[in-house]
């Protein structure tokens, strides 16, 4: 089984910043792909940005220039660097994994998602 867990939420005020971190863990054979992504309250899940490995990631539009997405040596841990936060940014914030794991001999896919972290923006 592979375990993702995030972690960093918390509160802070307009043009404060946080970092946030999501692990995985268990018998991981490769990593394609770390992603984070957010859910307001009364709003659907919305993408933020993304690892693809080789340096290669992607963010929202509304994100661009204030989140960085990163990820450790070992590549089995994300992290989201989010400057200059704004109130619209308030939503639980959940880490996505794709790769592939070692099972009884085999290597299987596995997409997993963590249980969230709540971040808060507010004065």
């Known amino acids: 089984q592979v375990r993702v867990v995030e972690s960093g939420g918390g509160l802070v005020h307009p043009g404060g910043s946080l970092r946030l971190s999501c692990a995985a863990s268990?018998?991981?054979?490769?990593?394609?792909?770390m992603g984070w992504y957010r859910q307001a309250p009364g709003k659907e899940r919305e993408f933020v940005a993304v690892?693809?490995?080789?340096?290669?990631?992607n963010y929202a539009d509304s994100v661009k220039g204030r989140f960085t997405i990163s990820r450790d040596n070992a590549g089995n841990t994300a992290y989201l660097q989010m400057d200059n936060l704004k109130p619209e940014d308030t939503a639980i914030y959940y880490c996505?994994?794709?790769?592939?794991?070692?099972?009884?001999?085999?290597?299987?896919?596995?997409?997993?998602w963590g249980q969230g972290t709540r971040v808060t923006v507010s004065s």
């Open positions: 996505n994994v794709d790769g592939h794991m070692f099972e009884n001999s085999w290597v299987k896919h596995f997409d997993v």
């Open positions: 268990g018998v991981i054979s490769s990593i394609n792909a």
């Open positions: 690892d693809t490995g080789f340096s290669t990631s």
